[in-house]
């Protein structure tokens, strides 16, 4: 059996047999499986209103322990939105009455972040979804074969720099 990364190997293998393109056989699958992942994940988070980068923000202040909370700057650090996404993305979520801001009673230029409880019920309904639709994506593996990718994609994440602080 074979992928549509496996043609493209042959194809350059052939017109350029003097290259070695075998990292493509890892981007290219990596790139490939972002993209198959994203759109069905896309699914799961539009069946509950949400975008990756909202269920990613929700997810976030949910798993932060039991006050729900943190400033912009924390948010930023602990999800996988980026800087510039943050701010609007808070707006959107504050509109729909998901979280709110609350400005520091110690530090006038700090603002805490917090769930509300529509933010939380909305989160707490979206992630058994979201856990399925990830089962279901890597059905094909078995657990120690899941755990051994985690373990490689790990090393190459580190590798290039995607360490926590």
Do not use: C, K, Y
Request: net charge negative; aromatic share 2%.
């Amino acid at each position: 059996m074979a992928d549509h990364v496996d043609r493209v190997l042959e194809q350059w293998a052939a017109q350029r047999p003097d290259l070695d393109v075998s990292p493509m056989a890892v981007i290219g699958r990596l790139s490939r499986l972002s993209r198959l992942i994203g759109a069905e994940l896309r699914q799961t988070f539009s069946a509950h209103d949400l975008d990756a980068a909202s269920f990613d923000v929700l997810a976030t202040l949910r798993r932060s322990g039991p006050r729900h909370s943190l400033t912009p700057a924390e948010l930023m650090r602990a999800s996988m939105v980026t800087s510039g996404a943050v701010t609007q993305r808070l707006d959107r979520l504050q509109a729909r009455g998901l979280v709110t801001r609350t400005p520091s009673e110690t530090d006038g230029r700090v603002v805490h972040v917090a769930l509300t409880d529509e933010g939380r019920a909305l989160i707490d309904r979206a992630l058994p979804d979201h856990v399925d639709t990830e089962n279901r994506l890597l059905a094909a593996l078995t657990p120690a074969r899941r755990d051994a990718l985690a373990d490689e994609l790990r090393s190459l994440l580190e590798s290039l720099g995607d360490t926590v602080d």
